[in-house]
């Protein structure tokens, strides 16, 4: 079965550089989140995207951004990088459907970008 | 205090013991509920799902959800050595598109 494809697998980058990490959700999915995991830390929420409209806002600093477009696949755009940005990212999609917020969503994660910033 | 708690672990059992993992949450409005696991430097994998009361059997596994005591717990029969890796209980969020996780534990198998 198809999986959530995230580009790329590595990236490093130095202080105050930009990164642009990129999620092609499951097909069908109309949802996509992005996680940030810091070393032996657990998933933290960042953003979610719903039919291509931002739906929910979570810890993403204001130097984050992202988007999704209208194939569904969502970008994070990350400026002024920090040491502290050196993370694992993980994007995951679900469908929603009609089910709504009140729904029994699924989430399945992609493999994730392991970002080090020097 | 952290929304999702979990014991840190690691938790030990020998090959084919039943391993039990155990998990609370402050949202009582939470509906949905997941197991995921998540083998270091990898990315999380689901494991089981479960929205009602009761016991969610699959394979290896039982899910276990009480809302009234607002813990949900994973029972994994037979262990193996490759079951070893971090557990992690996440909880969407009440009228969000969103899931928090908890801390995991660190389930550890021995041969």
């Known amino acids: 079965a198809a999986g959530v494809i995230q580009s790329p697998r590595h990236l490093i980058k130095e202080k105050r550089e930009t990164a642009t990490l990129k999620c092609y959700p499951i097909?069908?999915?109309?949802?996509v989140y992005w996680y940030q995991q810091g070393p032996g830390q657990d998933p933290q929420f960042l953003i979610s995207f719903y039919e291509k409209m931002q739906s929910d806002k979570g810890s993403i600093p204001d130097r984050f951004s992202a988007q999704q477009f209208s194939d569904y696949h969502s970008e994070l755009n990350m400026s002024s990088l920090e040491l502290g940005d050196s993370a694992l990212y993980f994007c995951?999609?679900?469908?929603?459907?009609?089910?709504?917020?009140?729904?029994?969503?699924?989430?399945?994660f992609g493999p994730g970008t392991r970002l080090t910033v020097l | 205090q952290k929304e999702v708690e979990q014991n840190s672990g690691p938790l030990s059992v020998p090959e084919g013991a039943i391993a039990s993992l155990n998990c609370t949450y402050s949202d009582r409005g939470s509906q949905s509920f997941f197991w995921y696991r998540q083998y270091s430097g990898k990315s999380p994998e689901l494991i089981m799902s479960?929205?009602?009361?009761g016991d969610k059997e699959d394979g290896r596994f039982t899910a276990q959800l009480n809302k009234a005591s607002q813990y949900v717990s994973l029972l994994i029969r037979d262990s193996q050595p490759s079951d070893s890796a971090t557990y992690l209980c996440?909880?969407?969020?009440?009228?969000?598109?969103?899931?928090?996780f908890g801390s995991g534990t660190r389930l550890q198998v021995q041969p």
């Open positions: 996440a909880v969407m969020d009440t009228g969000r598109r969103a899931l928090t």
């Open positions: 995951a999609s679900s469908y929603d459907g009609l089910a709504g917020l009140s729904g029994y969503r699924t989430q399945y």
């Open positions: 097909p069908r999915h109309d949802t």
């Open positions: 479960i929205y009602s009361n």
